[in-house]
């Protein structure tokens, strides 16, 4: 059971670099995530997709464009990477039951922005 | 802006002891969820609370929910080095379309 599959694991770019993280998932989920995490300050929230089809802004989607390309794939993509993006990266997705949505997340993508 | 404020940040104790962590906020949650995070992994979830004084049990870990729905505590009972890692508590609100709000967490170091 691969769960959540995120690539890659790890990634140095230059400033003003783009690049694409890729996210899929095998568990039929309709909603997925993807967070940041930075040392001190937990997970915080960048784009979500509660359903096939749409997208919603969390709480830090400043400098992130989102694609829930189907089901199964949510890519997050850094347009102009700037070093305040370098962090560690999760997609999660969730079945969405009643409202106790348990998250089942990836390994993490740790991003270096030089 | 929700916010969900975790205590201590860092814990470190011996084998054998007990710890509580605390998750307060000033907001209510339709359910709080508590995840436990390994080096180089992503969060697992360890155990949803929805009522509010709501207690939980998972081995020598207990859960409890206020009565408000404003905070939660995650209680270890003699802890042991394979307790390591960093705990995170997570609040889902009403009408959030499954949002969830973490705490900044918790790094629990438990010495031999």
Redesign the interface.
Known sequence: NAG?TQTPKFQVLKTGQSMTLQCAQDMNHN?MYW?RQDP??????IY?S?SEGTT?K??VPNGYNVSRLNKREFSLRLESAAPSQTSVY?C?S?L?TA?????F????SRLTVL | TQLLEQSPQFLSIQEGENLTVYCNSSSVFSSLQWYRQEPGEGPVLLVTVVTGGEVKKLKRLTFQFGDARKDSSLHITAAQPGDTGLYLCAGESYNQGGKLIFGQGTELSVKP
């Open positions: 959540v909603s967070y001190g300050m937990g997970l915080r929230l979500y509660a919603d969390g709480e999760f999660a969730s969405r409202n106790t949505g348990e998250l997340f990836g390994e993490g």
